[in-house]
Nanobody, 123 residues
Framework: VQLQASGGGLVQAGGSLRLSCVASGGSFSGYGRGWFRQAPGKERDFVGSISWSGSTYYVDSVKGRFTISRDDATNTVYMQMNSLKPEDTAVYYC??????????????????WGQGTQVTVSS
């Protein structure tokens, strides 16, 4: 499984970005797709996920601001990020794996990871 994330950049607080993650190199039938982020000096944390059936799940800090969607025809997952805050600044990673409701927020549930894309939100 190979994942390629893109779409990061520098944006002012209140702005928007859309991250993309294209998967290749395997079958993703039944796979969930997740987004994680790692801020400077901190551990990598779960942001949100979308199941194979389209069910989404978000960490409380991004609910109502971030939206994850998927296009199975192109094996691409998107994360629309609105109303960005300086505390959203991080490297964002996409991931894919055979996740379930009980483990979709755990890093070890995912088999493949993208290289990360930097998101910087200025105040």
């Amino acid at each position: 499984v190979q994942l390629q994330a893109s779409g990061g950049g520098l944006v002012q607080a209140g702005g928007s970005l859309r991250l993309s993650c294209v998967a290749s190199g395997g079958s993703f039938s039944g796979y969930g797709r997740g987004w994680f982020r790692q801020a400077p000096g901190k551990e990598r944390d779960f942001v949100g996920s979308i199941s194979w059936s389209g069910s989404t799940y978000y960490v409380d800090s991004v609910k109502g601001r971030f939206t994850i969607s998927r296009d199975d025809a192109t094996n691409t997952v998107y994360m629309q990020m609105n109303s960005l805050k300086p505390e959203d600044t991080a490297v964002y990673y996409c991931a894919a794996g055979p996740t379930s409701l009980g483990n979709r927020n755990r890093q070890n549930s995912y088999e493949g990871w993208g290289q990360g894309t930097q998101v910087t939100v200025s105040s």
